[in-house]
């Protein structure tokens, strides 16, 4: 098992930045690679970021160039910095764990709402 935990959100202007924070507990090979999803009213959830423990990332093509995902391995934490942050950045955001990059859905955290104002 492992276990998430998020914060971070909030309230922000159009244009601002907050960065998401999640710490992680547990299961070392269930957190092989973590990732932060974002779910807006009406939407299907979607992958923002995710890294692994070797240092890949990935992204999703609206946020690639205004997020950047890391890891701190000692303090088993997971970060999104957000910048240039967009009233369509709205959302619930969700940090989850899984085996490899391609598979990061195996645990989730109860998530952090971030509001995004024009």
């Known amino acids: 098992q492992v276990q998430l935990e998020e914060s971070g959100g909030g309230l922000v202007q159009a244009g601002g930045s907050l960065r998401l924070s999640c710490a992680a507990s547990?299961?070392?090979?269930?957190?092989?690679?973590m990732g932060w999803h974002r779910q807006a009213p009406g939407k299907q959830r979607e992958l923002v970021a995710g890294?692994?423990?070797?240092?890949?990332?990935r992204y999703d093509d609206s946020v690639k160039g205004r997020f950047s995902i890391s890891m701190d391995n000692a303090k088993s934490t997971v970060y999104l910095q957000m910048n240039s942050l967009k009233p369509e950045d709205t959302a619930t955001y969700y940090c989850?764990?899984?085996?490899?990059?391609?598979?990061?859905?195996?645990?989730w955290g109860k998530g952090t709402l971030v509001t995004v104002s024009a």
């Open positions: 989850s764990s899984g085996t490899s990059l391609w598979s990061m859905e195996d645990f």
């Open positions: 547990g299961s070392i090979f269930g957190r092989r690679a």
């Open positions: 890294i692994n423990h070797g240092g890949y990332t």
